[in-house]
């Protein structure tokens, strides 16, 4: 007995080669060991910005002498009841799909014992399909329907969590088949994932349960807790009022009014001024509220979904602290694979790109348009400054502070400026793939 599994240990050595290593394990982390003066700061911001729409609402009541609510405003962003319904009937597409996911797999796991590696080909290239196919059906169907933007946002950033938990899951499950081991192994998988993993495939429950908790690496078993709604009520109340102040922000000081020259530089001005407000609300409305809320309602005991990004001193340790979730999916899934076969800078290049387009992609899907500003933002200007050599760490995190909200308030101002653009000078014709109608806009009011 002893010498078979010696024999079996000696070959699993040589098989873990082909396997790569978790970067990290999944542990029971809470958002409380953050820096005290960061929550203190965090706490403070919020205070003052819970302010603002109060005091809009005070000054449109002043003016027209009686309780002004802007209702209509907030239902374009929302959408009706009746929308929501539409909206939620494409998220439970979305999920159904993705259960019979599973059964794709295990269809693959029969043809793959039968056949061996020829299947592994085939089935590769239906998974990407699906994923093509999915994501365009559930973009045009957003369109189709004339869904309000927030539900357009929803689908689309649903849909890709899903494709990228799908691909965590025939990951990590299809070296289980091809490369088998065992729990009494001493190195390999039994070792690296401090026993959240099992040899066997993963049941279709735990797969159903990765599928809404917040992360995006498969694990059999993750670190559980008791599930606690008054704690998931009040990171709910977070997400909307940082949604409520955002758009507040937006609308009240941010758009600009019109086409004229002196209007765009107003914006302009406001926009680079609330550039990190606005970073900060956005990072406080998903990163915080959303993903915590998620997690106490799954009993999901990790909660460490960011780190203290406002002490970053460059690019990639500012992405990696804002969201170590997505990071940690394209270092496990994507970087670990393509640093082999190309030089590192480069593989840092393509991450760069293909987050920036998904994140070009997905905000136009809710602004209605599609322009390339993190493609310049990040996957140029951030990729070139990633080489600038260290200045000491104070001016490091200065310079990241201030081309952050640099960045972010060039980045609102094009956005709206195009939004007013297409709503005054765009008609009916705009649509997602027109381009810029600002430059053309812009020469029709001011000559």
């Known amino acids: 007995m002893a010498d078979t599994l010696d024999k079996r240990k000696s070959k699993g050595a040589s098989t873990w080669r082909k396997i790569y290593a978790p970067s990290e394990n999944l542990l029971s982390r809470s958002r409380e060991s953050v820096n005290v003066y960061a929550v203190g700061l965090f706490n403070t911001g919020a205070a003052y910005a819970l302010v603002v729409p109060f005091a809009i609402l005070l000054r449109d009541s002043f003016k027209a002498r009686r309780l002004s609510l802007d209702l209509e405003g907030y239902i374009t962003l929302l959408g009706y009841p009746s929308e929501w319904v539409v909206v939620a009937g494409i998220l ?25 590696a020829v299947s592994n080909y085939v089935f590769l290239l239906l998974l990407v399909a699906c994923v093509v196919v999915t994501r365009l059906a559930v973009f045009r169907a957003v369109f189709e329907l004339d869904i309000h933007p927030a539900g357009r946002l929803t689908c689309n950033i649903q849909m890709v969590l899903l494709c990228m938990k799908w691909v965590s899951f025939i990951h990590e499950n299809a070296n289980k088949v091809v490369h088998p081991w065992h729990k009494e192994d001493e190195t390999g998988p039994a070792v690296w994932y401090a026993g959240q993993m099992e040899p066997q495939i993963g049941s279709f429950s735990s797969y159903v349960y990765f599928l809404f908790c917040p992360v995006l690496l498969y694990r059999d078993r993750y670190p559980r807790k008791q599930r606690n709604f008054r704690k998931a ?23 600009p009014q019109s086409m004229l020259l002196d209007d765009l530089v107003t914006s ?50 500012y992405l990696g602290k804002w969201n170590p979730v997505i990071q940690e999916w394209l270092k496990t899934y994507f970087y670990a694979y393509l640093k082999n076969w190309v030089p590192r800078a480069v593989a840092l290049l393509a991450i760069l790109v293909l987050s920036a387009a ?45 081309g952050l909200s640099l960045g972010t308030g060039i980045q609102m101002a094009i956005y709206l400026t195009e939004l007013v653009a297409r709503s005054q000078c765009g008609e009916a014709s705009s649509s997602w793939f027109e381009g810029m109608w600002a430059f053309e806009c812009y020469r029709r009011v001011n000559n």
């Open 92 to 116: 439970l597409a979305e999920f159904i799909f993705s259960f019979l996911i599973y059964y794709f797999f295990l269809l693959w796991v029969a043809c793959y014992r039968r056949v061996g």
């Open 233 to 255: 009520f009040g990171h709910l109340v977070e997400f909307l009022m940082t949604n409520l102040i955002g758009y507040t922000l937006f609308k009240d000081f941010l758009l």
């Open 358 to 402: 998904e994140h070009d992609f997905l905000i136009g899907t809710g602004m209605g348009f599609y322009i390339p500003m993190y493609l310049v933002e990040y996957g140029l200007i951030g990729f070139l400054l990633s080489f600038k050599p260290p200045l000491g760490k104070q001016t490091d995190r200065l310079i990241m502070c201030v």
């Open 268 to 317: 302009l001005l406001r926009c680079l001024f609330l550039g990190c407000v606005q970073l900060h609300l956005a990072h406080t409305c998903v990163v915080h509220g959303w993903m915590n809320m998620s997690a106490e309602l799954t009993g999901f005991a990790d909660h460490n979904f960011y780190q203290d990004w406002w002490n970053s001193q460059c690019l990639g340790e």
